[in-house]
């Protein structure tokens, strides 16, 4: 069965501070990969996938997330942080199906 | 633009009690899918149709579950006799069904089950 690991499970920053998630997923085979984010009293919400082409994708409100296909990681990144970035991020992977399987989450909580 | 709605928003009930929740997918969206997220976890995939066929459902998904969707727009998950274990949030997704696998799925904002 594939399983999507979340290293972090509490971060806090100070607002500007650079922010990286680490996700990472057991599938071997080919993956289709998403980062959601559940802000506070909302529902989740798509923050950016990859599906093929350019390993580094581009998401809403200046994230972006590294396919690293050897490392089997899909880190989430953004450089500066601001204190509306406070969420719940959860990575998901689908394989050739239609079951995502989330990590467990990572609340970020940003300091102003 | 009417995303994914679910109803009711809360529900309290007696150990034992059957319960019912409702999903409303977005307009014209073929697959909808069910979730199950309890505190301090993802969510956890319950089972997917596509239009009214229910093509794959987790073993999460025991015998007290049934989930249908007879014209294949709204859905319903009941749960039957309830247990205290069953306190979650329910959450349904809806895709497009024309993008192939793995195509994005689109959240509605969870039914939280509470059983006493």
């Known amino acids: 069965a594939q399983s999507v690991s979340q290293h972090n499970h509490h971060v806090i920053l100070s607002e500007a501070a650079s922010l990286e998630l680490g996700c990472n997923y057991s599938y071997g085979g080919t993956v289709n990969l998403f980062w959601y984010v559940q802000y506070p009293g909302q529902h989740l919400q798509l923050l950016l996938k990859y599906f093929s082409g350019d390993p580094l994708v581009k998401g809403i409100k200046g994230f972006e997330a590294e396919f690293i296909k050897s490392k089997f990681s899909f880190n989430l990144r953004k450089p500066s942080v601001q204190w509306s970035d406070t969420a719940e991020y959860f990575c998901a992977v689908i394989s050739t199906g239609n079951q995502f399987y989330f990590g467990t989450g990572t609340s970020l909580t940003v300091i102003p | 633009d009417t995303g994914v709605s679910q109803n009711p928003r809360h529900k309290i009930t007696k150990r034992g009690q059957n319960v019912t929740f409702r999903c409303d997918p977005i307009s014209e969206h073929n697959r909808l899918y069910w979730y199950r997220q309890t505190l301090g976890q993802g969510p956890e995939f319950l089972t997917y149709?596509?239009?009214?066929?229910?093509?794959?459902k987790s073993r999460l998904l025991s015998d007290r579950f049934s989930a249908e969707r007879p014209k294949g727009s709204f859905s319903t998950l009941e749960i039957q006799r309830t247990e205290q274990g069953d306190s979650a949030m329910y959450l349904c997704?809806?895709?497009?069904?024309?993008?192939?696998?793995?195509?994005?799925?689109?959240f509605g904002p969870g039914t939280r089950l509470l059983v006493l």
């Open positions: 149709f596509q239009n009214e066929a229910q093509l794959e």
């Open positions: 997704a809806s895709s497009s069904g024309t993008g192939g696998w793995g195509e994005t799925q689109y």
